[in-house]
């Protein structure tokens, strides 16, 4: 099921780092139903300039209280929009939206890989599959400060990279990833990040026979797979032609789209 | 309170209220289902449709522009086999009509998808895309020239007994000629606009945006051009004009209607808001309310005939 | 850090920068002295001016659209002896180039003011509207047909020796036939676009929101499809093509550079900022000092020339 | 000289009655250059929707603090934006423009006759007239509410009307105007309003060879006489054409424009 809330009551807004915001808004029916690695559609203005709603992942949800918080970065006239929004206001929303993370796994050791505002997915993911399954998440940033919503939303266990050390191991979450397989064989992996480095995941995963299910982006229209807006290129494992990333996704197994 | 009458015919087709989907923005009908039925509206139009499946153009095919959208889908369908057999069945369960888009190369092409989907009793009515801007060879070319499109429109005719419904070209010098053309070739109703021809360069990358350089501009942007076309278009033509470009809002169908449309699509609109069909149907029923008008074709093209 | 040479040649014009004002935008190039001084830029355009003064459209003559601005102004202008008597010589004062937009309803017309403008010593160049879409005479049937906007340039050519520029309408089914033409016809550069055809309807009074019915829509809503124009003629022609349509800013601007663009110019962008040109300059500017970029020429049509 | 100041200050914003606001904001060089009848010129959003500058009359300055107040009603989407800005929040505006009320007069009996929000530039214009003459307001609106702000920016001697009775006369402002004018004979009128106001003002005024001023809207554009587009026709005192509201206006004599 999916809902359409013109009239979503914004509760809260933090700003947790440079351009970086917690957004929470009630949403009780999005909150219920929503999967890990499902994204909500955003209307940021009533103007037509920004014409299109704006897809961002479920970082979390609070089912009691029936809230969904998100985790975004303001990268331009859209997202600078959402930022002005105060405790009160009331935001158009559409979801939850696409498919999401395979979440069938339990009793398992599963690694999480994000990269900047790609974690935030992987938090709601966490979330879900923290109580029967080992994991480990290895999320990387450009600094200390790009990581501090982490804390805040998840007590799973971390490895954090940095571009400037300012935090964990500086370099590349790639790096850390690499590292931790030479001691173990997790069943699963999951990703979120830069295409760079899902790339550089999807190497070292296929290298060791570890399944990865990843969450892309792509610039959206719709949302729900009416335009054929949002494609992206099939993998190795299908025909021809391009799966929509609203729709088919924005999770997909590593082989199912082109990400090398 | 009056209870105005709301339904229109378009060459034929019977329409309980003069709202439609824009062809390519609405798939084949399933995927607004959670948002509305689809019993809601007038008619049910659907996407492009050519002889053999197509994949359409590489990404990206999207580019956000002031008010406006640029696609460059490039006609990606599965070929008309596989629409009659896997997604026209699912359109059964509808109670409104359904009129498929249909598009090719040639003039064989248009006449082939014609003629199969008049083999399905799903089908009631046929709209001959002219005018899409996204693919290299036919498409636009027909949709340029009054003879070439008087063309396209005589061999379809002869090819189905179905209403035909030809969607013009915004980029032409007279559009009225272009009308009157397919008119006289024996079109039941025009559609217009379809997308206007435009694009977008990244300067980081000093590269067209789109994979395809160019494309089709659609929504709020282009709604001045479209309002005038069917404005000069309905005053020249007998049959019906279904006006489109841009609509977001009842406010905007009306526009169109008094410009001299009898029917209004959306497409665009249902990015920004998945009820913007049913919402819109029942703005204009609320308009006819408060002002008294009996029948919405009473306001067909009062612009210029109460003038 | 570098400092890129800003400068252009419009056929024969030395701007020392590629930004202009577009003409009907900066009235006679007093109006915006407050906010800046014109000498900051490329050169100036000025008002459309026929043979006699014309007193223009009724009023209302402005709608605004989504991201776009509909005018029907309809050539206000003073008459050409009254512009050389009484607005021209306040233009000495500037040490930009001056460019004269003329307009008339036949060729004689076009002629006349040529030749009357030719005389003045601030006139440094002609652009030729054969494309105003406000006016019921002329204008628009000469920018509608290749021949007819052929025979315009051809005979202005004869009746003057400053550079032409022909200011070519969108309205059209193929803009490179057009812009052929006029190069063919003896044109020294393109300036391209005028407004696109559009109209608003009021749905309270139920009849169109401009006196004149159909008006000129202008501002970023149109700028893909001028971006496209230049895109298309720029790889056509041989002579200089000036971009407009929708530009706010410098990004705007490098945009239509990129598609091949020699020069560009602002119109509605100044009544939203009034010190637009300037900062467009600025910016042109600060990004070819950041890209490492010699020469603003060598941005014009890197987009199809490095692909 | 005109000025733009992308980045004013908001000082202040207070709703007075149902979609009636007052907005104070910091331009120290538009309070200090303003005329009564000068109009800022205002960008209600970054984007391009809604695309144009919205035209407001000045209603009241303080030229110590550098305060310039707009008192303005919304009816449309560029108000409704401006009516979402709080103190602290910048505005770009541009001003002040046009041709404002004629001040050059003193130790006379004046009457202001101001409709709705058309009092707004009365209010600045009683300002400077108050010392050096002797003033008569006629202010209508819908209802008391409507009216409220003018006890809090003026002092001036009101006579008031409203469509509801709910405060002074029970109708239009103009049969208060035919009342005075019945007892007493005054050097000039100023008038601001719906059309149909001033046309029954002017009416009334030229029966009794009283000089008038009126300030008139027109959608504007450029709103410096660039665009020619806020065009209204001339009146009987000039040749057939227009006159440019935002630039020979958007005060006129009587006579300068055709109002009857
Ligand atoms: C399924 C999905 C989930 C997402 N989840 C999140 C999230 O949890 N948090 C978050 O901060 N962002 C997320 N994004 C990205 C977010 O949608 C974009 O950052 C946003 O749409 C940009 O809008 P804007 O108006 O601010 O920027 P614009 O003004 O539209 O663009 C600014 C710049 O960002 C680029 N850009 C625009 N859209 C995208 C996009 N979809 N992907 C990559 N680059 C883009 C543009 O090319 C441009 O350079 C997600 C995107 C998708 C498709
Ligand atoms: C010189 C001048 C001074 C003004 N001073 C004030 C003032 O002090 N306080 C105040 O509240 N308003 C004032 N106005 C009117 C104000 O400019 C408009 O109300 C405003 O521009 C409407 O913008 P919007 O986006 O809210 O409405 P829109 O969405 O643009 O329009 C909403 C409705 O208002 C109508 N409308 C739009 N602009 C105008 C206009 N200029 N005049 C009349 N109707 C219009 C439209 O036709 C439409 O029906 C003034 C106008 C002018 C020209
Ligand atoms: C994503 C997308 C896909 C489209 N596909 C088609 C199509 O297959 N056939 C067609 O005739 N028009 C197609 N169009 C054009 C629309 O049907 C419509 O004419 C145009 O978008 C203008 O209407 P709008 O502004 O309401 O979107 C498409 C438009 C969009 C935005
Ligand atoms: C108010 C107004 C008046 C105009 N007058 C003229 C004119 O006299 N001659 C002309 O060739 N173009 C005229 N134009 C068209 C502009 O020069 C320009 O081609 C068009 O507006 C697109 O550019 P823009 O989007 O930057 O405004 C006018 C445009 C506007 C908005
Ligand atoms: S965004 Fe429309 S199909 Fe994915
Ligand atoms: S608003 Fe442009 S001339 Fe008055």
Redesign the interface.
Known sequence: MKYHIPQALVTGQEKKAESTYLLSFHAPEIAKDAQPGQFVHIKTIEAYDPLLRRPISICYVDREKGLVVLWYQVVGKGTKLLSSLKTGDSIDVIGPLGRGFDTAISGEKIYLIGGGIGIAPLIFLAQSLKEENNITAFFGGKNKEQLLPVNQLTSINCELATEDGSIGHQGFVTDLLLRRLALEKPARAYACGPNGMLEQTALITRKHNLPLQVSLESVMACGVGACLGCTCEKGSSGEEGWVKVCKEGPVFWEDEVKLL | MIKPDMSVDIGGIRMQNPVMTAS????FGE??E??FSADELGALVVKGVTPEAR??N??????????????A?GL?NPGVEAVLKDYLPHLKGYSVPVIVNIAGNTIEDYCLVAERLSSSEVVKGLEINISCPNVKAGGMAFG??PDMAAQVVRAVRKNTKLPLIVKLSP????IVEMALAVEEAGADAISLINT??????D?ET???RLAN??GG?S???????A??MV?QVAQHVKIPVIGLG?I?TA?DA??FI??GATAVAIG?G??????CCPDVVKGIFE?CQNNNIKRIGD?TG??WK??
């Open positions: 390519g923005t609405f798939g995927v607004y959670d948002f994949i359409g590489p990404p990206s095919r999207l580019v956000e522009t002031p008010a406006g959208l640029l696609n889908i990606e340029s020239h980029n032409v010098t007279s206007l021809l435009g694009m977008a360069i300067i000093r590269r067209p350089i160019v501009l929504g709020p942007a282009v709604k001045p051009v309002v005038r404005w841009g977001i406010e009306l526009e008094m410009a665009t249902q990015f920004l808001n998945p009820r308009y306001l009062i612009a109460e003038a």
